[in-house]
């Protein structure tokens, strides 16, 4: 008997793209003979697409859904997706069907060959601008860096054993990173390379602001290196100071042009002193929320059995 495999969906304003996908993704496991549930999380959408997911219930039992009171971001979506999972495993994949459905077969063989955790790595990264690449390779390299993570070709498009969906729900941090989570927990891995496919429909929900925020919060979530950046500072600005006293010591010259100088490092050590409280506060505000103990996300609506 062929064990059940659940796909969890994000949706964040796709009422044009969920009855698609629904459609689509249960078509490519039917022909493989897979048996499957379709988990939708709607992320707080503002137009229709918890009706589409009802909508898409209607038409096959086997899709489920969880609505959230307000957008809590696509990682929490999907971690209330696993959350709901039944399956003895568990994809998750976008709902534009950027992650081609096509894969999934190779991904649940892979599985029952004893993987755990499947990755979808991107071949290439599909349609995005240089300037985009640039940003996300700059990324990628400062996260494998500090978090010791190799991210670099990873996406959100996984397919993970029972075990690996346990070990991250069990974790209790309330900022959720699920790239980097899965990378953190482990298990067996395979890759299964893909293209990115261009969006169905929609556009997508990424600005450059909530990517750099989305930078931020990934890297500090795994590295508290950063702060050190306070250190390093400290000692560079001792040393400017160190041998600008035994230069002018012994140099001397025209105490007006120290001055200015003196000046301009003294504005720069400022600016990397409130630089350093900035990164400091970062990190305390992220282990205040999480001392607050406030749920992850918080579920208005279901759907399904
Ligand atoms: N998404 C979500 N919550 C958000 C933003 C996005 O659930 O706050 C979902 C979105 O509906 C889609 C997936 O995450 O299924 C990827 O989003 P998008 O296509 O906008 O990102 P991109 O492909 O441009 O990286
Ligand atoms: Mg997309």
């Given at each position: 008997?062929?064990?059940?495999?659940s796909?969890?969906?994000?949706?964040?304003?796709?009422?044009?793209?969920?009855?698609?996908?629904?459609?689509?993704?249960?078509?490519?496991?039917?022909?493989?003979?897979?048996?499957?549930?379709?988990?939708?999380?709607?992320?707080?959408?503002?137009?229709g697409?918890?009706?589409?997911?009802?909508?898409?219930?209607?038409?096959?039992?086997?899709?489920?859904?969880?609505?959230?009171?307000?957008?809590?971001?696509?990682?929490?979506?999907?971690?209330a997706?696993?959350?709901?999972?039944?399956?003895?495993?568990?994809?998750?994949?976008?709902?534009?069907?950027?992650?081609?459905?096509?894969?999934?077969?190779?991904?649940?063989?892979l599985w029952q060959?004893?993987?755990?955790?499947?990755?979808?790595?991107?071949?290439?990264?599909?349609?995005?601008s240089?300037?985009?690449?640039?940003?996300?390779?700059?990324f990628?390299a400062?996260?494998?860096?500090?978090?010791?993570?190799?991210?670099?070709?990873?996406?959100?498009?996984?397919?993970m054993?029972?075990k690996?969906?346990?070990?991250?729900?069990?974790?209790?941090?309330?900022?959720?990173?699920f790239?980097?989570l899965?990378?953190?927990?482990?298990f067996?891995?395979?890759?299964?390379?893909?293209?990115?496919?261009?969006?169905?429909?929609?556009?997508?929900?990424?600005?450059f602001?909530?990517?750099?925020?989305?930078?931020?919060?990934?890297?500090?979530?795994?590295?508290?290196?950063?702060m050190?950046?306070a250190?390093?500072?400290g000692?560079?600005?001792?040393?400017?100071?160190?041998?600008?006293?035994?230069?002018f010591?012994?140099?001397?010259?025209?105490?007006?042009?120290?001055?200015?100088?003196?000046?301009?490092?003294?504005?720069?050590?400022?600016a990397?002193?409130?630089?350093?409280?900035?990164?400091i506060?970062?990190?305390?505000?992220?282990?205040?929320?999480?001392?607050?103990?406030?749920?992850?996300?918080?579920?208005?609506?279901?759907?399904?059995d």
């Open positions: 008997m062929d064990k059940l495999l796909v969890v969906i994000p949706a964040f304003n796709e009422e044009e793209s969920v009855e698609n996908a629904a459609g689509t993704v249960a078509g490519v496991l039917r022909d493989a003979g897979i048996p499957y549930e379709l988990v939708f999380v709607d992320d707080g959408s503002k137009d697409t918890w009706e589409a997911i009802l909508r898409a219930h209607e038409r096959d039992t086997r899709v489920r859904g969880v609505s959230f009171s307000r957008n809590f971001g696509k990682d929490r979506a999907i971690f997706g696993l959350s709901r999972a039944r399956g003895d495993c568990v994809a998750v994949m976008d709902c534009d069907l950027q992650h081609p459905p096509e894969k999934l077969p190779e991904m649940y063989a060959q004893g993987f755990e955790m499947v990755e979808g790595v991107k071949r290439d990264r599909g349609e995005e240089g300037f985009h690449k640039l940003c996300a390779n700059a990628y400062v996260i494998s860096k500090l978090a010791k993570l190799d991210m670099k070709r990873s996406s959100d498009f996984k397919l054993d029972r690996a969906v346990d070990t991250l729900l069990s974790l209790s941090e309330e900022e959720v990173f790239r980097g899965t990378a953190f927990v482990g067996r891995r395979a890759e299964v390379e893909f293209d990115v496919a261009e969006r169905m429909a929609g556009v997508s929900k990424w600005s602001k909530s990517l750099a925020r989305y930078a931020v919060s990934s890297v500090t979530a795994f590295s508290a290196a950063p050190q950046l250190t390093v500072s000692v560079l600005f001792a040393l400017i100071a160190v041998v600008t006293g035994v230069l010591a012994i140099v001397g010259g025209e105490a007006g042009g120290w001055l200015v100088f003196l000046a301009v490092m003294g504005l720069l050590a400022l990397c002193v409130l630089l350093c409280l900035g990164i506060g970062y990190y305390l505000g992220r282990t205040f929320r999480q001392s607050l103990h406030r749920p992850r996300f918080i579920i208005s609506r279901e759907c399904g």
